[in-house]
């Protein structure tokens, strides 16, 4: 029987969500919300992670009453496999990710392609360096040529451990060492989770959840930190700059065309076709004033980072954009798509288009995206939107609010340089107090959760506390309309950040990129350690993901935790049908790595948690409160 819809109240905390879901009820359009109230209750089995599929002699689900699986397996190795999987599946997201952007780079390297080129000679040049390439006197291609295969053999199992460990203080490592989690090889340690949680192999639960934490160091300081580095390298490294954000960046009189995905590689490409002065003169012979790129999740991210488009919204607004009846067309690259969006688009005259043939929807117009043709294709797609204008229906067009205004373009090259070219002054702003520490607020919104309630209040919370925030993902768009992400946010600031932040006229809330990009934070927490001497679980800081929902968070977060970073989530994963297994997540791994997960539904006690942690941790360094 069809249960009764939760009040629109109760979805989300922002006007224009509420707005178009409004819209969306009143025009007998599905949402995630209503799918949801379809699916619960869930499978409690399935929720504590006590089911298994792995073979036919199951499936199994195992409990107290009955407790082993048909081979024997008991709670605790069936839920440390089924989270292995889990982790391995996000790690593979982000690295197959990162792949993408060392194939771009090998086209560029054997000149296959002439839409792409190194923008940033000097990052490649520093990058090459850190790796142990040899630069001086080399022409730029040779020393492309030596990263991009680099990278690739990093992909592999014939090294001893992923290039980018070069960036990781010698403590980590050693520690690594002794727990055998050095990461060798990104297809390596994903291939090898996938082989021990085959019926039969490891059945040792804190042991295959010591290999699903070098599968996601394998993902943070080797497939995502890949896919950010050679991102700047190609498309630029991103510079603060002012862009805006809700659903009021769609323009009524524009077209309108939305990228949504994870990876630049194709959004950077429309995004320079929406220039080109024939497709603009065709949008306006058709009636419209100009086209008008915005972003969605996390490829909204990357170009907001470097390019500066407005931010149409995060995960749960993607749905909802399309319901302003005013969007022309939605390029998506992959993860995170929702496959509704289809449906949504079917319901409009909005035109949805995929690109990846490793991403493909039923019913979505495809384009096989290559570097060669880049270009070539980036019109036609953008001439799809273009075209589609004509069709929109005015009468159905609501576009719910005004956009607001937000900062980004946070790297850590970026941050250097507003510190006069070092990062001296935040390490002294740190050891003064003035910044007591800093927390990463990273990832999704998930439709069980208020959307963005979460993650706006600790972020409110922390900076209140003098915790300097860093925002990545659909976290981003959250705290920007919060009016978090611009320079008068320090108002809502403790004192020490609103004087240290007011001085460089920068946010509280810096945006330092997509999910991806949580790389660039992992980079700043081993450079602050290597500057101080210390292991990167020495330092006061800490990440967070309130309002996660997937596979790929999971990965973020045993990154964090395994590289010493404490590290909060909003709602557990599906481990607790193990005391073993959840122990050691929230505190067996402090004695192994320094660091743990932690629970918390509640953002004024979990900002409290980050506070006290941030104490000990300054104490131990003898800073002063
Ligand atoms: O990689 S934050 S909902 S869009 S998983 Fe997805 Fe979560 Fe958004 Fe980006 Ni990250
Ligand atoms: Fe059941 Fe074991 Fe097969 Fe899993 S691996 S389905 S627990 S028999």
Redesign the pocket.
């Known amino acids: 029987m069809a249960k009764e819809p939760r009040p629109i109240e109760e979805l989300s905390i922002w006007d224009d969500a509420k707005a178009m879901l409004k819209k969306a009820r009143a025009e007998g359009i599905q949402t995630v919300h209503d799918r949801l109230d379809r699916q619960t209750p869930h499978c409690k089995f399935c929720e504590l992670g006590t089911t ?9 689900r ?1 409990s107290e009453k009955n407790p ?6 008991d709670a605790d ?2 839920v440390a ?1 089924n989270f292995g999987r889990f982790v391995a599946g996000g790690a593979a997201g982000h690295s197959d990710h990162g792949r993408d952007l060392i194939e771009v780079l090998e086209a560029i390297v054997e000149g296959e392609t002439s839409d792409y080129k190194i923008t940033e000679e000097n990052k490649l040049r520093a990058i090459a360096g850190e790796v142990g390439i040899k630069t001086d006197g080399r022409p730029t291609m040779d020393v492309a040529r030596d990263v991009m295969e680099c990278f690739f053999a990093d992909f592999g199992s014939r090294k001893k451990e992923v290039s980018f460990l070069s960036r990781v203080p010698k403590v980590r490592k050693d520690k690594w060492a002794g727990l055998k989690m050095i990461p060798r090889g990104v297809d390596r340690e994903i291939a090898e989770m996938m082989h021990r949680t ?3 192999c490891d059945n040792d639960a804190p042991n295959t959840m010591i290999h699903a934490a070098r599968t996601a160091l394998a993902d943070g300081w080797g497939g995502s930190m890949i896919g950010t580095e050679l991102s700047d390298v190609i498309f630029g490294v991103p510079t603060p700059k002012m862009s805006t954000a809700n659903l009021g960046v769609i323009k009524a009189d524009k077209v309108n065309l939305l990228v949504h995905g994870h990876n630049p590689v194709v959004s950077e490409m429309i995004l320079a076709a929406a220039r080109d002065p024939e497709l603009l003169a065709r949008a306006k012979e058709l009636g419209a004033t100009g086209i008008n790129v915005a972003g969605l999740c996390c490829t909204g991210n990357e170009l907001l980072m470097r390019q500066g488009i407005p931010m149409a919204g995060n995960h749960l607004m993607t749905e909802l954009a399309i319901i302003t009846g005013a969007v022309e067309a939605i390029v998506v690259d992959y993860q995170c798509i929702m496959p509704s969006l289809v449906q949504v688009s079917g319901c409009y005259h909005t035109k949805f288009i995929d690109t990846a043939n490793k991403a493909r929807f039923s019913g979505a117009i495809h384009f096989d995206f290559q570097p060669k043709t880049a270009m070539k294709q980036a019109r036609e797609i953008v001439s799809i939107a273009v075209e589609a204008f004509a069709q929109r229906d005015a009468g159905r067009v609501d576009i719910p609010c005004e956009p607001v205004e937000i900062m980004t373009g946070f790297s850590n090259e970026a941050v250097t340089a507003a510190l006069g070219g070092s990062l001296d002054p935040l390490v002294q702003a740190i050891a003064a107090g003035d910044i007591r520490g800093a927390v990463g607020i990273v990832g999704c919104n998930n439709p069980k959760i208020k959307q963005d309630s979460l993650n706006v209040k600790l972020a409110e919370e922390l900076i209140k506390k003098d915790i300097l925030v860093l925002v990545t993902g659909c976290v981003t768009t959250a705290a920007g309309k919060a009016g978090l992400l611009v320079p008068d946010a320090i108002e809502k600031a403790g004192p020490g950040l609103k004087k240290v932040c007011g001085a460089l006229g920068i946010p509280p809330v810096l945006h330092y990129g997509s999910c991806v990009d949580n790389a660039r934070i992992l980079q700043l927490c081993a450079a602050l350690a290597n500057a101080l001497n210390v292991d990167i679980s020495d330092l006061p800081v800490g990440a967070s993901s309130p309002e996660w929902y997937s596979e790929k968070a999971a990965a973020i977060g045993l990154y964090a935790v395994a590289s010493g970073i404490y590290t909060h989530l909003g709602h557990p994963p599906n481990i607790l049908g193990s005391e073993t297994v959840t122990n050691l997540a929230v505190s067996g791994l402090e004695d192994l790595v320094g660091a743990t997960f932690f629970i918390e539904g509640d953002m004024v006690k979990a900002a409290d948690m980050f506070d006290e942690r941030i104490k000990t941790k300054r104490k131990a360094l003898g800073l002063s409160e």
């Open positions: 298994c599929r792995n073979c036919t002699m199951g499936p199994c195992v082993l699986g048909v081979c024997g397996a190795v069936i496999r085959h019926m039969g």
